[in-house]
């Protein structure tokens, strides 16, 4: 089995900074692409920023220059550093990533968080 378990959501004004992390645990051989994406209420949930192994990391439109993604794969970790955060971002936060579990096995699957919500006060 392989969880993701988000942290560091919350409520915060308009301006100010968050640190989104996610752990991925349990039977992992390697971790590929990593991404953040969020959900706001009544809406579809939407890419935040993905960040492959080793490469550079691509950002929404909406959050460049405000969010940076990064990981620490001896963490097994993703994080999202949010910036100058405006009440458009509130929502909840989900962390997946692209998981093989198996040195035996080729098979790469998607796994997802249970979420954390971020709320942006005006």
């Known amino acids: 089995q392989v969880q993701l378990v988000e942290s560091g959501g919350g409520l915060v004004q308009a301006g100010g900074s968050l640190r989104l992390s996610c752990a991925a645990s349990?039977?992992?051989?390697?971790?590929?692409?990593m991404g953040w994406y969020r959900q706001a209420p009544g809406k579809q949930r939407e890419l935040v920023a993905t960040?492959?192994?080793?490469?550079?990391?691509t950002y929404a439109d909406s959050m460049k220059g405000r969010f940076t993604i990064s990981r620490d794969d001896s963490k097994n970790s993703v994080y999202l550093q949010m910036n100058s955060l405006e009440p458009e971002d509130t929502g909840d936060y989900f962390c997946?990533?692209?998981?093989?579990?198996?040195?035996?096995?080729?098979?790469?699957?998607?796994?997802w968080g249970q979420g954390t919500q971020v709320t942006v006060s005006s």
């Open positions: 997946n990533a692209n998981i093989r579990r198996s040195i035996y096995d080729n098979l790469s699957l998607t796994y």
């Open positions: 349990g039977s992992i051989f390697r971790i590929n692409a």
């Open positions: 960040i492959p192994t080793g490469g550079s990391p």
